[in-house]
């Protein structure tokens, strides 16, 4: 059995960092893209997910799923923090070879990847911001 979970990124995670994404490749063959049924390119990327575990901080990093034409993150740079657009998690039946239960596979899949870093430069400390400043 199938089943799929969006995830709310604001409510599960502190943060979430880009670090890479890379063609998702077919099973035995290193050399290959794997492709949806219409011949989507499949890729995988992968951040850095901070999260609060019994009070404490934690860090993991997590393959999410996507697909694209192009390369789906190609303007953004390494450890800069992200949304995840379409964000969801999918749990399926793991058998063994008698059929039997015996776990859980689990995936993560996005549509898209926004930066969600402030392009406007920072104001240095004990410094107002020009557009604060103009406010007032």
Do not use: H
Not at 4 to 14: G, K, P, S, V
Not at 22 to 41: L, M, N, V
Not at 51 to 79: H, L, Y
Not at 121 to 126: A, E, V
Request: glycine content about 6%; proline content about 5%.
């Amino acid at each position: 059995m199938i089943q799929n979970f969006a995830i709310d990124q604001a409510a599960t995670f502190e943060s979430l960092l880009f670090l890479s994404c890379e063609p998702k490749t077919a099973f035995g063959d290193s050399y290959r893209q794997e492709t949806t049924k219409d011949g989507t390119p499949k890729w995988e990327a992968q951040f850095v997910a901070r999260f609060r575990q019994f009070g404490r901080a934690t860090n993991e990093i997590i393959k999410v799923g996507m697909t694209s034409e192009r390369q789906p993150v190609e303007d953004i740079a390494p450890a800069t923090p992200v949304e995840l657009v379409g964000f969801e998690i999918g749990v399926m039946d793991k058998r063994d070879r008698d059929g039997n239960v015996a776990g859980a596979q689990v995936w993560y899949r996005c549509q898209e990847v926004r930066t969600t870093a402030s392009t406007a430069p920072r104001p240095r400390r004990g410094e107002v911001a020009q557009s604060e400043a103009a406010a007032s």
